[in-house]
């Protein structure tokens, strides 16, 4: 009986003992948090492939709230129960479902989604037409305030850039170097990534490839040659190219190119607000 009475008498368990929720308790010093929450977190997605309908590849995620200034934190493992709510796999579909998610779950006003992801592509080299899988860099920055939906998509892209200085002013050839074009855009009706990646290479000097045979390099660079483009030109071809494209609502354009012969990058940006 006293055995009995004494196991009666233990402490309760951890799970029934209600734990202090430092998050929600006050804090004093009045100053709101514009953006809050995860970032860095690795997850399937799925994106529209223009070839072949979808392609699956793997992002690197940021979700963040909105913190009015009387609440001292936020609950991290929040974000991730909405996101693994959404399925194993984020569709570009219900980026917006994930949003407004994010702003019940965690009474917020806004939310904020970030993903990052490499883009693959089959590409034929310009002569002996091999295939090769080209990879790009594609990323979403999507936010919501109140019912209002915000949605940027940027691309990454690579290329040879010939300098025209150089040409001019050499005997025997000029010096080129690998640029990197970042074009974010925000849009009427979805625009293709693949569509993006065609007007940043054909603004260059040449596109790259994967894949290269002898008569392949000969024509690229022999194409580099034939079209000199300084950082500024690089920036301006792709402009002129979005403004001409309707659902395209507002740019940024940034180009640098990893000079070969300086000891420094060379570097320009156009941004551009365009119709409603």
Not at 222 to 249: C, G, I, K, Q
Not at 258 to 271: D, G, K, L, M, T
Request: positive net charge.
């Amino acid at each position: 009986m006293k055995n009995s009475k004494a196991k009666n008498r233990r402490a309760p368990s951890q799970a029934s003992v209600p734990l202090h929720d430092a998050q929600s308790s006050r804090d004093h010093r009045e100053l709101r948090i514009d953006k809050v929450g995860v970032r860095g977190l690795r997850f399937p997605v799925q994106v529209r492939d223009k070839a072949r309908r979808f392609q699956d590849t793997v992002a690197t995620l940021g979700l963040f709230v909105d913190l009015p200034k009387e609440f001292k934190g936020t609950h991290m493992s929040r974000f991730i129960e909405v996101l693994n709510a959404h399925g194993s796999v984020v569709h570009v579909e219900n980026i917006p479902d994930i949003l407004r998610a994010l702003q019940v779950k965690l009474q917020a006003a806004t939310s904020h989604l970030e993903m990052e992801f490499p883009y693959f592509m089959v590409k034929r080299s310009p002569v002996s037409r091999l295939e090769g899988v080209m990879d790009y860099t594609a990323r979403f920055d999507a936010a919501a305030c109140g019912t209002e939906i915000d949605f940027v998509l940027t691309v990454k892209v690579n290329v040879t850039t010939l300098c025209p200085c150089s040409k001019a002013i050499a005997k025997y050839g000029a010096h080129n170097q690998r640029g990197e074009v970042t074009v974010a855009v925000r849009f009427r009706k979805p625009i293709w990534i693949e569509d993006l990646i065609a007007i940043i290479e054909s603004s260059a000097s040449s596109e790259l490839y994967a894949l290269l045979k002898r008569p392949d390099e000969k024509a690229v660079t022999e194409r580099a040659y034939e079209n000199p483009v300084f950082v500024e030109d690089l920036v301006r071809n792709v402009a002129l190219r979005l403004n001409a494209h309707r659902e395209v609502r507002w740019y940024r354009v940034e180009a640098e190119n990893f000079e070969s012969i300086h000891n420094h990058n060379a570097y320009a940006c156009i941004e551009k607000a365009q119709g409603g």
